[in-house]
């Protein structure tokens, strides 16, 4: 009996660990690079203002088009963004991390529009 009941602590605890990592995995920033930004500027082609993480597409003056990502909507609120900031067609000023993999995709830590910050996330010291 004890050792049925060892066994079934183990497999639990297992499951449950196994369970939580890719959940901690997604909520990082790992795919991209701490210390290589980029500065894009372009349109406003969609913002997503939902859950897990905001999303930004922009496209720049060469057409290319680049995807930020971005807080939760709690976060964006709390750094004052709101979906009515950003309208489709907006031009803006993204700082952002660089993806490890080269591609267009990055991690948005300001937005400027009109000289002005409207969005800031940058990490704590």
Known sequence: MLKKSVVTLVAATVLSTAAVIPATAHHSTGAFYTDERVDVEGKVVEFLYVN???????QDAAGAFWVGEMSSVLGLQRAGLTKAKLPVGTNIKINAQKSRDGSNRVFVRLIQKDGADVYKNEPEA
């Open 52 to 58: 897990p993480h905001g999303q930004l597409v922009i």
